[in-house]
């Protein structure tokens, strides 16, 4: 992993020198440039149909980015808290452009009211969540869409997929029935892109088998909804998908906006450019062969395993311990460690988490400092009326 991103150039991610003479690090860094390769890219994997993705802007948590993915036809999206719902929401007003937002999440008590008021705020846009009994189903306002939530096998939420008559139960108590919620994100630890692949379809197949299901059972489903980045394009090439009568399949994937470390481990050729990076100092030799930066769990994540991060422009550093506000980096035996006060650029190994520690972001593009971007959908509101 340690040498992953050194086909880099690390002249294509300069951070200006204006920008560098004010910017207190950690610093998140948003390039631009490398954003919308992203996106192409996995427009292109969808055969050039935006319409086949429904991101999920738990990655970004950016209006900035968001008005990147409607200036390219995307009109689905997906995302967890109410926050982001109300700033994409917000920014798609503005835009005067109508989506589709999905909250994947199942909400309750409070949560499921600040969403009914959402909806009422914005009635040009359409809005639904996930639902996996009965009563909560019944209980979610006639405006508001609802998703039967299916655990895929990742056992996080969702009833599980070899419970075929509960699905229809649920589906049946719906009165305003969106479609099949699929959400694969255990497949990024499987190893091995063919392993994964297989098991990817193997899932894909129960999900056609509860499609079909639900429609011989008189409840057509507009949409199917799966996969997760590392298997976006398995959940795009998945065959049967298109013959699903009246359902439209979508992918989900997210950390393609920025892409990140792991991604890169699990997708190594698709071509992806880190988006987002965080910009830190070094402070300190504590001993030989080693070197601090100022940056911690605190500024970039790391709950997503070791190590939490690549060195941009020196792939033979290794990212070793993570305290909170203090990241140790081995660097190879005799060789001259960069001055204090030198600049460097990590590539998180979760990137989505990563964002949500920042208030702002630089954005840049070919070498320029073109504006301070917002991170306005971080975090989580307290009360329902305290957006």
């Excluded at 949560?111 to 009994?133: D, F, G, S, V």
Aim: aromatic share 6%; with cysteine; hydrophobic share 40%.
């Amino acid at each position: 992993m340690i040498a992953m991103f050194e086909h880099l150039n690390p002249s294509d991610y300069l951070v200006p020198e204006e920008a560098v003479r004010q910017v207190l690090t950690p610093a998140l860094v948003f390039h631009g440039e490398s954003i919308r390769s992203n996106l192409r890219r996995v427009i292109a994997c969808a055969g050039g149909d935006p319409n086949r993705w429904r991101p999920h802007m738990k990655t970004s948590k950016s209006p900035h980015v968001f008005r990147e993915m409607l200036a390219l036809g995307i009109r689905h999206f997906k995302c967890a808290t109410t926050r982001e719902a109300e700033v994409f929401l917000r920014t798609a007003s503005e835009a005067d452009e109508p989506i589709d937002l999905l909250v994947a999440y199942t909400l309750y008590g409070p949560a499921l009211e600040r969403l009914e008021k959402l909806a009422a705020e914005y009635p040009q846009h359409a809005m639904a969540t996930i639902t996996e009994e009965e009563d909560h189903a019944r209980a979610v306002p006639e405006g508001i869409g609802l998703y039967v939530d299916v655990n895929s096998g990742m056992n996080r939420t969702g009833i599980p997929m070899d419970r075929t008559d509960d699905i229809l139960r649920v589906a049946r108590a719906i009165r305003s029935f969106r479609g099949v919620h699929f959400y694969d994100g255990h497949m990024l630890g499987v190893p091995g892109a063919h392993d994964r692949s297989q098991a990817a379809a193997r899932g894909y197949e129960t999900a056609c088998t509860i499609v079909r299901s639900l429609a011989t059972a008189g409840i057509p489903v507009p949409e199917l909804l799966t996969s997760g980045t590392p298997v976006l394009e398995d959940g795009i090439r998945f065959a049967p998908f298109a013959a699903l009568e009246g359902t439209v399949h979508r992918i989900s994937a997210g950390t393609a906006q920025l892409h990140d470390a792991r991604s890169q481990e699990l997708m190594p050729d698709f071509g992806f450019q880190p988006g987002a990076t965080v910009l830190v100092r070094v402070i300190s030799f504590p001993r030989p062969g080693w070197i601090t930066v100022d940056c911690g769990s605190k500024g970039i994540a790391a709950e997503a395993g070791t190590p939490v991060a690549c060195v941009l422009g020196h792939p033979e550093y290794e990212v070793e311990t993570v305290t909170e506000e203090h990241i140790g980096i081995r660097i190879p035996a005799g060789e001259k460690p960069p001055a204090r006060g030198t600049l460097l650029q990590l590539i998180p190994r979760h990137v989505c988490p990563t964002v949500n520690l920042a208030e702002h972001a630089l954005w840049v593009e070919n070498g320029r400092l073109k504006e301070i971007v917002p991170i306005a959908a971080r975090a989580h509101d307290l009360l329902v009326d305290s957006a």
